[in-house]
Every structure is written in structure tokens, then in C-alpha cells.
């Protein structure tokens, strides 16, 4: 017998609920974790981060204070120039409760060029920013294979994803010996031919399977790639170890976009997995930070108790 749209829909979605009353989903390493309205049995906390640029402030010490009466919690520095900068960060965090998060990007060339002089110098500078994020207590560093207009680039092959394993297991090993990990980032199609969606930064994370590979998503690339944000974070499981955070059409900080900033969805993502380490905002600001950037940490963090 024939079915009309309207009851094709009701008996699709019927049985898809049944379906999912006491399903299940496994990630690496973690229990079993069940999605039924808001019940995640692994414990998940939204620690948030800030890179330089968002607080408030002239220096380091201003920045830190505004941050510290937000509970913000850690501080994302970008690495270009960062053995520069050790003991300025060293000074400004002590006494304080705020760690450093992820070092984001500052290394030199890239890791896909057909240049070996290039892939070198990409080694070599990730060596160095590995060591100070060792140094510093930092969860990771952020690298991404290739950007769109570096040239000249490896083909979009399975031997160019065989030899970007190769090379992400050594710097993975390098970064455990210095107590750290390196961070694959996915980025939207605008900025990047290479590396576009959470799973598939995940799944080279399970190929290399060496705990100093992880990945992060980014909710501003996610708008751009992603069909599901909760879905993406489940595929991540864990080696998800780092999330940035940007408003949804203008990479403003989070609510300056109005109604596209909802990220429940992936919040809910976030929670199933258990993901405790750090949210950390990678934006622009528009409007008075003394005013924008408080009222979106309460946005977040309504949104966090809503998933």
C-alpha cells in the first residue's frame, strides 16, 4: 500500500524512536554512553578559554584578572614568537587559576608540500612549539597539514594520506616525550583543500593510534562542513582534545550572531562523550569586550545546562 508523505514521515520518525529508546554509543576508551533526553552518565565539564585577543585589557595581568572574576579558565597564546614570550606567560600565570590550553598554529611552511626544504621547516618549527607547550603545561599544539594557496602541495591521494600518518606519528611521539600531544585541525573548504571534517581527523588519529595525535573542531569550520555538530563531536570520541568556539555567520564571538549562535546540538555531542578539557573562543569581537564577551560566557554556559 501506498503512503502518503505525511505518514511516511510519521512511521519514519516512529520508528526511529523506537529505535533509540536504550541505544547506546561507544567511543574509544570510554563506557558506553546513552542518548535519551540529557542523560550522559560520563561526566563532561565546559572549562572555557580564552586566545589573547578576547579579554579585555592592555596586558597580560589585565587580561588574566578579567578572565579569573569570569571563571575563565584557560589561555590559548598563538606560537609565532612564543620562545620569545615563555617567561612573560610564566610570570603572568602564576598564583593564578589559569593554565595554558592549546598553542595555536606558529609553525613555519607545511607538512604537504612537495618541497622537502618546506616539510623541514615545518618539522623543525613544530619541534620547537611541541617543547615550549611541554614546558608550559599545554594540552597540545594546533597544526594544519595545508593551507588553501600553499603551493606547491602533494595530490589528494591515499599514498599523501599514508605519508601525513608518517609523519604525525613522529611529531605524536615527540609531543608524549615532552608530556603533550600535536592537535589536527580541521578547517572549512574556504581555507583549506585538505582535512575538512571532524571524522576525518579522527580517523587518521585511529590509524596512527598514537595517544600524542588528537584532533579539535572548531564550531565555525563545523557550520561550514558539518551536518551535526552532535554527530561530529560522537565521531571524534576521544581523541577530540581541544574545541574553538566563533559566532556562526561573522566568526564573532559567540552571541553576536544572535539566533545562529545555538550550540546546544554540539554541546549535547560533547556531553555524550565525556569531554572535560578546554572550549576555547577563537573569534573576532564587535562590540565593547567589557560587555560582549561577559554576556557570552552566560550564553555558553545557559547553553551547556540547556544540552
Known amino acids: 500500500m501506498a503512503l502518503d508523505r505525511r ?21 574509544k ?4 554512553v546513552k542518548d535519551s533526553n540529557s542523560v550522559y552518565p560520563i561526566k563532561a565539564d565546559l572549562k572555557l578559554s580564552f586566545q589573547e585577543g578576547i579579554a579585555p585589557g592592555s596586558n597580560l595581568n589585565e587580561k588574566f584578572d578579567f578572565m579569573e572574576e569570569h571563571g575563565v579558565v584557560g589561555f590559548e597564546p598563538h606560537g609565532g614568537g612564543i620562545n620569545k614570550r615563555m617567561n612573560e606567560f610564566k610570570e603572568a600565570l602564576k598564583g593564578r587559576n589559569i593554565q595554558v590550553s592549546a598553542i595555536c598554529a606558529g609553525f613555519e611552511g607545511f607538512i604537504l608540500s612537495t618541497d622537502p626544504a618546506i616539510r623541514k621547516k615545518c618539522r623543525d618549527t613544530m619541534d620547537e612549539l611541541i617543547i615550549a607547550a611541554g614546558e608550559l603545561g599545554s594540552v597540545g599544539v594546533i597544526i594544519v597539514p595545508a593551507f588553501n594557496g600553499q603551493v606547491p602541495a602533494m595530490p589528494h591521494t591515499q599514498e599523501t594520506r599514508d605519508f601525513l600518518c608518517e609523519q604525525f606519528d613522529e611529531m605524536g611521539t615527540f609531543a608524549q616525550q615532552h608530556g603533550t600531544t600535536v592537535i589536527l585541525e580541521p578547517l572549512n573548504r574556504r581555507e583549506a583543500f585538505y582535512l575538512r571534517q571532524l571524522s576525518d581527523a579522527a580517523s587518521i588519529c585511529r590509524d596512527i593510534n598514537n595517544p600524542g595525535v588528537t584532533c579539535l573542531g572548531d564550531f565555525w569550520h563545523m557550520t561550514w562542513e558539518e551536518t551535526c555538530d552532535k554527530g ?38 560533547l556531553k555524550m562523550i565525556g569531554y572535560d578539557k ?6 573576532g569581537v564587535q562590540g565593547d569586550r567589557n560587555i560582549v564577551v561577559p554576556a557570552s560566557i552566560e550564553l555558553l554556559r545557559k547553553q551547556w545546562e540547556e544540552a
Not at 10 to 20: D, F, N, P, V
Not at 278 to 283: D, I, K, L, P, T
Open 7 to 27: 505518514n511516511f514521515l510519521k512511521s519514519s520518525l516512529a520508528g526511529a524512536a523506537a529505535l533509540g529508546v536504550g541505544s547506546t554509543i561507544k567511543v
Open 29 to 32: 576508551g570510554s563506557q558506553s
Open 232 to 269: 561530529a563531536f560522537v565521531s571524534a570520541g576521544d581523541y577530540l582534545q581541544h574545541v574553538h568556539m566563533a559566532s556562526r555567520k561573522r566568526r564573532s564571538i559567540p552571541g553576536e550572531d544572535g539566533e545562529a549562535d545555538n550550540y546546544v546540538e554540539g554541546f549535547r555531542g
Open 278 to 283: 578546554y572550549v576555547s573562543y577563537e573569534c
